[in-house]
């Protein structure tokens, strides 16, 4: 499992399927605004990266 959550490997489509029954809903509600959390979560990396290097940054300065 954390090969898939690190993105070093896919699921696919049938284990997709096991994993929706598994946690009891259907394909579609498991990819339900899929689109729109990708969007949030690049977001917050995006925010996080940013706060890394600023620090990072100010960090270097102050030595």
């Known amino acids: 499992m954390g090969t898939i959550e690190r993105g070093e490997s896919n699921l696919s489509f049938q284990n997709i399927a096991r994993v929706a029954t598994t946690l009891g809903v259907s ?10 959390r ?3 979560l690049a977001a917050v990396s995006v925010g996080s990266a940013a706060a890394k290097l600023k620090h990072s940054t100010s960090a270097k300065r102050n030595r």
């Open 27 to 36: 394909l579609s509600t498991l990819f339900l605004d899929l689109e729109d």
């Open 38 to 40: 990708a969007q949030r």
